[in-house]
């Protein structure tokens, strides 16, 4: 059967499509696990120092083989994680993706700021697999964990080779491509959690375990015998005959009988009806025992013949016996060519490179061959543009539609705003841990009367702490004339993004706080209008007036109070309630382009989670881009709920890559035209965004 050259098929469609992997593996394991997903359509991102991953410097006759077969397709970046620039661009990165990969030493991810606790508080949703060695507990973490002394100590060397001859360690990466399968099931386990939770979790992958893990019931045997089997070589401990046999022109045959049936029709074939009474052979037990002096009476027979005329024989008499191939054979096989186990794919440096294809066969979602493995630093403009442009001018090559100035768009990385009480100490010093995108430090209503003085005083020293963490902090004052001027003097700092004024019920007030920022802003020599301002709406006054509210130069947020809203209306802060004046502010605030901060119903009942995520939900619903948390469970729920789906990115990117500004089009078979597109690019800016 003649080859025929395989193109790769960019735009095919696959089960896994929409989720984004950061792969900062080296060498094998690491690189199979995303290889797997790769090849089932998961965005896959080799984020690579600047000589490469070590797999691109595996090479046979100067070609990178290894990299261009576990390398496919995948997307490479250039990050190097040594700078100060390299961590920068993973913090951004992480946001973005649904799965991380790394396989360093224990404790290096954490020495460079990326713990799973630091990872997770960036996106609570990320799935973080952590491969090493020995696995990230226990007295060996730290030992150099090359598959070499995994495939030595997880007892698969004692198993392998002859009895009369030292343990035999494979002459591949056998340890690292078993733990690249159970890495690469581990991530879907997680992938279908967090599409029912929201959340990701860390996976820690050592070597050792699924080495030892494929080696049948060896501890369950040893605890039922004391015994150490000896290493057999070709024969199995639990069947006879079982082994490879030389033919007559030196090559090899496998032969496995281990059925009482098999080893009957065996002796017939060969001639040797006699041994099936024989008592060194009548069954299997008693053929163990003498599995030397069957395996030369099967052996001389096919010694009689070559390879083509044993495979002839024995495959007519029904025994199952199969050809002992190297990979010249193997390629060549009628089976291998009929199924394209293997492919010839179009290689830019040499021409046309053979390998494996992708396995398993789906036959509703197969897998794929996209593209070929990527040069080094091939995708960085691709990969790293958004982090530093627009959304669309990343995923579309042409302008956007023409809108009116986004004031608040610059800052809708917001999702949570974490309030914590000024004097808090001990909760402010974690507070870039709880995953929040904002930290709201409080001066209102957390801090009775007497203590408000202290909390001033106090607000240096958690500003400096927080602006140290790079955390967006605003500061929630005191709208009232004997704290306001107080207030606002000890909040306007270097560090501070904004200022949260509570109980907003006019312009006038916003533009006088905006002013007294003015004169603070140039006494602290801190650049003109870099302090903004949210608005926060918690009267029937306030909501009436947010149509002025929106003119104030300052304001990057309308914010919406649902407990004292409900408060001066003499009710209950229900969803019901509320509804209206939420969504007025919500309304007000989004067609002025500024941000809306919620939530759109009370969060008082911090341990009522499912009611919390209702509201939530009920929130993002009515236009809200953040809401506010007052406990750090709170925080993921909104996280999640701000987090596009990786169906809805898939959808979005498929939108965003067919549209054109010359009328609508369809996307599976549902028509698209400029509202939907908008939409679409909308939910690949959420996605972009860090949290």
Not at 4 to 18: A, E, M, N, V
Not at 125 to 150: A, D, H
Not at 251 to 269: C, E, G, I, P
Not at 342 to 353: K, P, S, T
Request: charged share 20%; hydrophobic share 45%; net charge neutral.
């Amino acid at each position: 059967m003649n080859r025929t050259i395989t193109s790769y098929q960019p735009g095919t469609r696959c089960p896994l499509d929409g989720i984004r992997v950061l792969d900062l593996s080296r060498l094998v394991a690491g690189n199979m696990v995303s290889m797997q997903l790769a090849d089932f359509g998961a965005e896959v991102i080799k984020l690579e120092p600047p000589e490469g991953d070590p797999l691109r410097h595996w090479q046979t006759k100067g070609v990178s083989a290894y990299w261009k077969v576990y390398g496919r397709n995948k997307k490479s970046v250039v990050v190097d994680l040594k700078t100060a620039r390299g961590k920068e661009i993973l913090s951004k990165l992480i946001p973005t993706a649904d799965v991380l990969i790394e396989s360093f030493r224990p404790g290096v991810m954490e020495a460079m700021g990326f713990a799973p606790e630091q990872v997770q508080g960036m996106n609570p949703r990320v799935i973080f697999l952590r491969v090493s060695g020995w696995g990230q507990t226990g007295p060996y973490r730290n030992k150099p964990g090359f598959g070499s002394l995994v495939e030595a100590m997880s007892g698969f060397a004692a198993k392998n080779g002859f009895a009369d001859r030292p343990p035999a360690l494979p002459n591949m990466a056998l340890a690292d491509m078993v733990a690249g399968l159970y890495g690469a099931f581990a991530v879907l386990l997680a992938v279908r959690e967090q599409e029912r939770s929201g959340l990701g979790q860390v996976i820690d992958l050592s070597l050792l375990e699924p080495l030892h893990a494929i080696l049948g019931p060896a501890a369950a045997d040893y605890s039922l015998t004391g015994v150490v089997p000896p290493r057999s070589g070709n024969r199995s401990s639990l069947t006879a005959p079982r082994n490879v046999y030389a033919t007559a022109e030196g090559k090899w045959v496998a032969l496995s009988a281990s059925t009482q049936s098999m080893a009957v029709r065996l002796f017939q074939a060969i001639g040797r009806p006699d041994l099936i009474t024989d008592a060194r052979f009548k069954n299997n037990s008693d053929r163990l025992r003498h599995s030397a002096d069957l395996d030369a009476i099967i052996g001389s027979f096919i010694l009689q013949r070559n390879l083509p005329d044993n495979l002839n024989f024995f495959e007519e008499a029904r025994v199952t016996v199969g050809p002992v191939y190297d990979v010249s054979q193997f390629q060549e096989d009628p089976h291998v060519l009929e199924r394209g186990i293997l492919v010839d794919v179009e290689d830019a440096e040499i021409g046309v490179l053979r390998m494996a294809a992708p396995v398993p066969r789906l036959s509703r979602t197969p897998a794929a061959l996209r593209k070929a493995a990527p040069s080094l630093g091939e995708n960085q403009a691709e990969i790293l543009g958004p982090l530093e442009t627009s959304t669309e001018e990343h995923f579309k090559g042409h302008a956007k539609p023409q809108k009116q100035p986004q004031r608040g768009r610059a800052s809708l990385a917001r999702r949570s705003l974490l309030y914590i009480p000024a004097l808090a100490e001990r909760y402010i010093e974690r507070a870039h841990e709880r995953g929040a995108s904002s930290i709201v430090l409080d001066l209102e209503d957390s801090i009775a009367a007497e203590n408000k003085n202290a909390a001033r005083q106090a607000l240096a020293s958690a500003i400096e702490i927080l602006r140290s963490r790079h955390v967006d902090l605003w500061i929630r004052v005191n709208n009232h004339p004997d704290y306001l001027e107080l207030d606002l003097s000890a909040a306007i700092k270097d560090g501070v993004a904004g200022i949260v004024l509570p109980k907003v019920e006019g312009e006038h007030e916003l533009q006088r706080v905006s002013a007294l920022i003015d004169q603070l802003e140039n006494s602290a020599q801190i650049q003109s209008g870099s302090v903004r301002l949210a608005a926060l709406v918690e009267t029937p006054k306030g909501v009436a007036a947010v149509q002025q509210l929106v003119s104030v130069k300052r304001l990057a947020a309308l914010a919406f109070g649902p407990e004292d809203y409900a408060t001066s209306m003499g009710l209950e802060p229900t969803l019901r309630v509320v509804s209206y004046a939420a969504h007025s502010v919500a309304l007000a605030a989004r067609t002025a382009d500024l941000e809306a901060w919620g939530p759109a119903g009370s969060i008082a009942e911090f341990k009522n989670l499912s009611r919390f995520r209702r509201t939530i939900q009920v929130s993002v619903a009515a236009g809200f881009t953040a809401c506010f948390c007052i406990h750090p469970e709170q925080v993921k729920i909104v996280n999640q709920a701000y987090e596009p789906t990786a169906k809805q990115v898939a959808w979005a990117r498929a939108v965003v890559s067919a549209f054109t500004d010359g009328g609508s089009i369809a996307v599976d078979g549902r028509m698209v035209d400029q509202p939907v597109y908008q939409r679409a690019l909308d939910i690949l800016d959420r996605l972009l965004r860090p949290r």
